[in-house]
């Protein structure tokens, strides 16, 4: 028996032996920095990036025209192009590319390869094409190309079935089946007596290059912030050559597409401080400095490792342990950063002003889902939900990280020279007025209504407290629903709610970010809200040539929209990230973008 | 015997297909689309997407996609991921989980048997109430408070393991003893219970009446039989460590499978759901076979092929 327990223990301790020894050889060098982004990279194909973690990402690979400031404001700053002149009625951008720019290959950089990403991005259209609307011709060309590709499936189509009535010829097709006058489908005329559909032509665009290295961007109207448009990663250039053995054509549509594997090492080539060097899945993304990048001698780190790790207590253990030097986000596992913000810990903890604000999206559609009357449509109830909510006790007993209470849809503070317009104060004797003038006095008539959230984080705890106050002060009951995200975000795109939790995060650097979701054309209005003054206040603001007068028309839609509504602003969001204080390199702001040429670690 | 694994095996596709039509379509009658999120998609975005995944109408999936499982072994794209393929995530997580589930394995076996052993000769003595003690923290603790307490410990405190990842064997062998603990104490429990039953039986005192020693005895006429409700209960020790590492490959932050089988659900990630439960059904499959051929070697007296007749 003792044997038994001896022979077992041996082998144990071999078997653990060996494994150390394997480790040790396999173990490689740490990169100079390591961060844990938000969550794993889900592409790195720039058309179909839209993810935090994918932007974030894109910085580390390529940079873009413009490109974001490393120091401390959020104005962009000439990325690879190094000059950059504008017409005097401000619609036409003559871009210079750096002569000394080169792709991570050594390629020259040439105005040829914007025209080829973003001809792709108007003709394999992604999450951020719209982006590209303001560019003279482009939505329409995006349009044009999209009926072409129908067309062309038709064409394609007609003439399979051209090919295959002629194998089928040797005597089996009738002359009947020839015949005009008879309906239904019948073989095509030959190829060649119509013409197959035209392309349509990129010419059109407002997109041409002048030379090798000079590229024209012609606007519909003038866009003060189209600079910071081209410093977001969508617009980053795409290495056409290192592409094209991955180019698909699908023989049904004649429709080009690229095979997802050009974003894989080695065929990946980005034009940034940083190359892909090596993606392990799940794992980690390992980038090495890049020896062609034009501005190469003021990076200061050769390998960058980007960890895959999404469970929170885990990400604070590794960083906690020196694993890492920089967890990027962590905005989904408050209860570690609450606890830390709590005892003050800014050595570790770093809490900035976000870009987003949290807020309850109002249903204000005639009839609620099941047509039920809507208790919504009349403003008075919307005022009276939103003047009786205590914000207070939101952000200090749940979200916890010093997140600002609000009355304001655009966060304050962030666009430079955007002065907010006053929202709803916190008053539930006004409340209860409102309330009994809309025929709900101290609760009474009040119907069944429910409030809709997703599941898996802080949202329900958020309801809770929303749902008490609401019955507290106005005498009215809510049935909280909590659903997954997944049949959330279904439902509240198709209005098929009540009142929904619900956020908005801007993607650029201008209020209409945030204003462009409420107008009565955007796919983003969930709470079918429809003000013809206020959609007409952003398009005034959007052909603005004066930024004075564009801010202050953007200030009058959000005054609109407080005053009507249609969403409760609840907090704005705060940015909180860990560091270690010998990372350098890295600047708070509120988009939480960093470009990544300038961040090391100090030794 | 060769017959018995052939039926079998003839089996494996029949059971497969059931598997695969139920939850094709519980997979698509759950509300819910894969292309929602937070924000909108632009509709061309949306129909673009759906093309590349024939998932216009679910009956358009369903004419080009089982087809294209069954003739290529290709599960598509995934929905969630859409740089890679269903088989590149099961390719590149799958070793993950199945060295994971091994090792586990291994460990819950070799220790619980150990344990069982000890507990079941020194019966009521201070190791037996020892092992009883482990055996109920190992059942009854669930996964992330093992997996925690270990991290902290080994991994925070006295920084013998790293806290995570996958990079090398010698990174899986906490996470394998957090996944390990409630078998190994199921283990223990059957092995100590069989063992006292066998050690009071007349072939052992027989054994022992003609001069054998006790350690002798115990390592060669007891253990076998001891071990046959073990063996019985690999079979769904190894679902449990294979798919039940959920948890652990979340506080261990390891690449394994079982994230993709939970969060697939969770995304709505249609061919990763199928990918991921075909994968697993086969695997579970083919143990459940293995165990049941390896009665036969560990006790005679069992005729699998009486079974299939």
Same mark, same amino acid.
């Not at chain 1, 494994?19 to 938000?38: H, M, P, Q, V």
């Not at chain 1, 973003?118 to 719209?130: A, F, H, I, N, Q």
């Not at chain 2, 790293?162 to 429990?189: C, D, Q, T």
């Given at each position: 028996?003792?044997?038994?327990?001896?022979?077992?223990?041996?082998?144990?301790?071999?078997?653990?032996?060996?494994?150390?020894?394997?480790?040790?050889?396999?173990?490689?060098?740490?990169?100079?920095?390591?961060?844990?982004?938000?969550?794993?990279?889900?592409?790195?194909?720039?058309?179909?990036?839209?993810?935090?973690?994918?932007?974030?990402?894109?910085?580390?690979?390529?940079?873009?025209?413009?490109?974001?400031?490393?120091?401390?404001?959020?104005?962009?700053?000439?990325?690879?192009?190094?000059?950059?002149?504008?017409?005097?009625?401000?619609?036409?951008?003559?871009?210079?590319?750096?002569?000394?720019?080169?792709?991570?290959?050594?390629?020259?950089?040439?105005?040829?390869?914007?025209?080829?990403?973003?001809?792709?991005?108007?003709?394999?259209?992604?999450?951020?094409?719209?982006?590209?609307?303001?560019?003279?011709?482009?939505?329409?060309?995006?349009?044009?190309?999209?009926?072409?590709?129908?067309?062309?499936?038709?064409?394609?189509?007609?003439?399979?079935?051209?090919?295959?009535?002629?194998?089928?010829?040797?005597?089996?097709?009738?002359?009947?089946?020839?015949? #005009?006058?008879?309906?239904?489908?019948?073989?095509?005329?030959?190829?060649?007596?119509?013409?197959?559909?035209?392309?349509?032509?990129?010419?059109?665009?407002?997109?041409?290059?002048?030379?090798?290295?000079?590229?024209?961007?012609?606007?519909?109207?003038?866009?003060?912030?189209?600079?910071?448009?081209?410093?977001?990663?969508?617009?980053?250039?795409?290495?056409?050559?290192?592409?094209?053995?991955?180019?698909?054509?699908?023989?049904?549509?004649?429709?080009?597409?690229?095979?997802?594997?050009?974003?894989?090492?080695?065929?990946?080539?980005?034009?940034?401080?940083?190359?892909?060097?090596?993606?392990?899945?799940?794992?980690?993304?390992?980038?090495?400095?890049?020896?062609?990048?034009?501005?190469?001698?003021?990076?200061?780190?050769?390998?960058?490792?980007?960890?895959?790790?999404?469970?929170?207590?885990?990400?604070?253990?590794?960083?906690?342990?020196?694993?890492?030097?920089?967890?990027?986000?962590?905005?989904?596992?408050?209860?570690?950063?609450?606890?830390?913000?709590?005892?003050?810990?800014?050595?570790?903890?770093?809490? @900035?002003?976000?870009?987003?604000?949290?807020?309850?999206?109002?249903?204000?559609?005639?009839?609620?889902?099941? @047509?039920?009357?809507?208790?919504?449509?009349?403003?008075?109830?919307?005022?009276?939900?939103?003047?009786?909510?205590?914000?207070?006790?939101?952000?200090?007993?749940?979200?916890?990280?010093?997140?600002?209470?609000?009355?304001?849809?655009?966060?304050?503070?962030?666009?430079?020279?955007?002065?907010?317009?006053?929202?709803?104060?916190?008053?539930?004797?006004?409340?209860?007025?409102?309330?009994?003038?809309?025929?709900?006095?101290?609760?009474?008539?009040?119907?069944?209504?429910?409030?809709?959230?997703?599941?898996?984080?802080?949202?329900?705890?958020?309801?809770?407290?929303?749902?008490?106050?609401?019955?507290?002060?106005?005498?009215?009951?809510?049935?909280?629903?909590? #659903?997954?995200?997944?049949?959330?975000?279904?439902?509240?795109?198709?209005?098929?709610?009540?009142?929904?939790?619900?956020?908005?995060?801007?993607?650029?650097?201008?209020?209409?970010?945030?204003?462009?979701?409420?107008?009565?054309?955007?796919?983003?209005?969930?709470?079918?809200?429809?003000?013809?003054?206020?959609?007409?206040?952003?398009?005034?603001?959007?052909?603005?040539?004066?930024?004075? #007068?564009?801010?202050?028309?953007?200030?009058?839609?959000?005054?609109?929209?407080?005053?009507?509504?249609?969403?409760?602003?609840?907090?704005?969001?705060?940015?909180?990230?860990?560091?270690?204080?010998?990372?350098?390199?890295?600047?708070?702001?509120?988009?939480?973008?960093?470009?990544?040429?300038?961040?090391?670690?100090?030794? | 015997?060769?017959?018995?694994?052939?039926?079998?095996?003839?089996?494996?596709?029949?059971?497969?297909?059931?598997?695969?039509?139920?939850?094709?379509?519980?997979?698509?009658?759950?509300?819910?689309?894969?292309?929602?999120?937070?924000?909108?998609?632009?509709?061309?975005?949306?129909?673009?997407?759906?093309?590349?995944?024939?998932?216009?109408?679910?009956?358009?999936?369903?004419?080009?996609?089982?087809?294209?499982?069954?003739?290529?072994?290709?599960?598509?794209?995934?929905?969630?991921?859409?740089?890679?393929?269903?088989?590149?995530?099961?390719?590149?997580?799958?070793?993950?989980?199945?060295?994971?589930?091994?090792?586990?394995?291994?460990?819950?076996?070799?220790?619980?048997?150990?344990?069982?052993?000890?507990?079941?000769?020194?019966?009521?003595?201070?190791?037996?109430?020892?092992?009883?003690?482990?055996?109920?923290?190992?059942?009854?603790?669930?996964?992330?408070?093992?997996?925690?307490?270990?991290?902290?410990?080994?991994?925070?405190?006295?920084?013998?393991?790293?806290?995570?990842?996958?990079?090398?064997?010698?990174?899986?062998?906490?996470?394998?003893?957090?996944?390990?603990?409630?078998?190994?104490?199921?283990?223990?429990?059957?092995?100590?219970?069989?063992?006292?039953?066998?050690?009071?039986?007349?072939?052992?005192?027989?054994?022992?009446?003609?001069?054998?020693?006790?350690?002798?005895?115990?390592?060669?006429?007891?253990?076998?039989?001891?071990?046959?409700?073990?063996?019985?209960?690999?079979?769904?020790?190894?679902?449990?460590?294979?798919?039940?590492?959920?948890?652990?490959?979340?506080?261990?932050?390891?690449?394994?499978?079982?994230?993709?089988?939970?969060?697939?659900?969770?995304?709505?990630?249609?061919?990763?759901?199928?990918?991921?439960?075909?994968?697993?059904?086969?695997?579970?499959?083919?143990?459940?076979?293995?165990?049941?051929?390896?009665?036969?070697?560990?006790?005679?007296?069992?005729?699998?092929?009486?079974?299939?007749?």
């Amino acid at each position: 028996m003792r044997r038994f327990v001896i022979v077992i223990s041996a082998a144990l301790l071999l078997l653990l032996g060996g494994l150390t020894l394997l480790s040790g050889g396999t173990r490689e060098k740490r990169a100079d920095f390591t961060f844990i982004n938000r969550g794993e990279t889900k592409t790195l194909d720039l058309n179909r990036v839209s993810w935090s973690q994918d932007i974030r990402t894109s910085y580390i690979l390529w940079e873009g025209l413009y490109t974001i400031d490393p120091v401390r404001t959020l104005q962009p700053v000439l990325g690879c192009a190094g000059k950059v002149d504008l017409s005097d009625d401000k619609t036409v951008y003559t871009f210079h590319i750096r002569p000394e720019a080169k792709w991570t290959n050594g390629d020259d950089l040439t105005a040829h390869d914007f025209l080829f990403t973003w001809k792709r991005m108007l003709e394999e259209p992604g999450d951020y094409t719209y982006l590209l609307y303001y560019v003279r011709g482009a939505a329409e060309h995006e349009k044009a190309f999209q009926d072409y590709v129908a067309e062309n499936g038709r064409y394609l189509a007609a003439h399979r079935e051209y090919r295959d009535a002629l194998a089928g010829w040797n005597g089996k097709l009738k002359a009947a089946d020839w015949d #005009v006058t008879k309906v239904g489908p019948r073989p095509m005329p030959p190829p060649g007596t119509t013409p197959p559909p035209a392309v349509p032509d990129f010419a059109n665009v407002g997109v041409e290059a002048l030379d090798a290295k000079t590229l024209r961007v012609t606007l519909k109207h003038p866009v003060a912030y189209f600079p910071d448009i081209t410093a977001f990663p969508p617009l980053f250039p795409l290495h056409e050559r290192s592409m094209r053995k991955f180019r698909q054509v699908d023989p049904n549509t004649g429709a080009v597409s690229y095979d997802k594997e050009f974003t894989r090492p080695p065929h990946l080539v980005s034009n940034g401080p940083f190359r892909l060097h090596d993606w392990a899945f799940k794992q980690r993304i390992r980038f090495v400095k890049s020896e062609h990048y034009w501005d190469r001698d003021r990076v200061r780190s050769n390998t960058i490792d980007q960890v895959s790790c999404e469970e929170p207590m885990a990400q604070f253990l590794m960083f906690y342990n020196g694993s890492v030097d920089w967890v990027a986000d962590i905005t989904i596992g408050p209860e570690v950063a609450a606890d830390l913000y709590g005892k003050k810990r800014t050595d570790l903890l770093n809490v @900035g002003k976000g870009f987003g604000t949290y807020f309850y999206s109002v249903n204000c559609q005639e009839r609620l889902p099941g @047509g039920r009357k809507n208790p919504f449509a009349d403003v008075r109830v919307r005022h009276a939900l939103s003047m009786a909510i205590d914000k207070r006790p939101i952000v200090e007993n749940v979200t916890r990280l010093g997140e600002p209470v609000t009355s304001t849809y655009i966060p304050p503070g962030v666009f430079q020279g955007y002065k907010s317009p006053e929202g709803l104060p916190y008053d539930v004797k006004k409340a209860q007025q409102l309330m009994a003038e809309a025929g709900y006095p101290g609760g009474g008539n009040w119907p069944r209504i429910r409030l809709l959230y997703n599941t898996g984080a802080h949202h329900a705890e958020v309801a809770q407290i929303v749902r008490r106050q609401w019955l507290e002060a106005l005498g009215i009951d809510l049935e909280l629903e909590g #659903v997954e995200l997944k049949i959330f975000g279904e439902r509240l795109h198709n209005k098929d709610y009540d009142i929904a939790r619900a956020s908005w995060i801007g993607d650029y650097l201008d209020p209409s970010t945030f204003t462009d979701k409420y107008l009565s054309t955007s796919g983003n209005n969930d709470s079918g809200w429809i003000n013809m003054q206020y959609d007409r206040l952003c398009d005034e603001a959007a052909r603005a040539t004066d930024n004075a #007068v564009r801010l202050e028309k953007l200030r009058q839609a959000e005054a609109i929209l407080l005053a009507e509504q249609p969403i409760i602003p609840v907090y704005h969001y705060v940015n909180a990230d860990l560091r270690r204080a010998n990372v350098k390199g890295i600047r708070e702001n509120p988009r939480n973008n960093v470009n990544f040429r300038d961040v090391y670690v100090e030794k | 015997m060769i017959r018995f694994i052939s039926i079998r095996l003839l089996q494996f596709p029949l059971i497969l297909a059931v598997i695969y039509v139920l939850t094709f379509l519980l997979a698509w009658v759950a509300p819910g689309s894969p292309f929602e999120g937070d924000r909108k998609l632009n509709p061309v975005v949306v129909e673009r997407l759906k093309r590349d995944f024939h998932a216009e109408h679910w009956h358009t999936f369903l004419r080009y996609y089982p087809r294209n499982v069954l003739v290529t072994g290709d599960f598509g794209p995934s929905f969630e991921y859409p740089e890679w393929s269903v088989n590149d995530v099961i390719s590149r997580s799958l070793p993950v989980s199945v060295s994971l589930g091994l090792m586990a394995l291994i460990i819950a076996t070799v220790f619980g048997v150990t344990f069982g052993v000890l507990a079941a000769v020194r019966r009521g003595g201070p190791f037996d109430l020892f092992s009883l003690a482990v055996a109920l923290v190992g059942i009854s603790l669930p996964g992330f408070v093992t997996a925690g307490v270990l991290l902290l410990l080994f991994a925070v405190e006295w920084r013998l393991f790293p806290i995570g990842g996958f990079r090398n064997p010698y990174e899986l062998f906490l996470p394998a003893v957090a996944l390990s603990l409630m078998p190994m104490a199921y283990v223990a429990r059957l092995t100590r219970v069989a063992m006292i039953d066998t050690l009071g039986s007349d072939y052992v005192r027989t054994a022992r009446a003609k001069g054998l020693s006790r350690a002798k005895v115990i390592w060669k006429h007891c253990l076998r039989n001891a071990f046959l409700p073990v063996l019985t209960y690999l079979g769904p020790a190894a679902a449990y460590t294979l798919t039940g590492s959920f948890v652990v490959e979340q506080v261990f932050n390891i690449p394994g499978l079982g994230q993709h089988f939970v969060n697939s659900v969770k995304n709505r990630d249609q061919t990763l759901i199928l990918g991921t439960v075909m994968i697993y059904s086969a695997f579970l499959l083919s143990l459940n076979l293995i165990v049941d051929v390896l009665y036969v070697f560990v006790d005679p007296r069992i005729d699998v092929t009486a079974k299939a007749d």
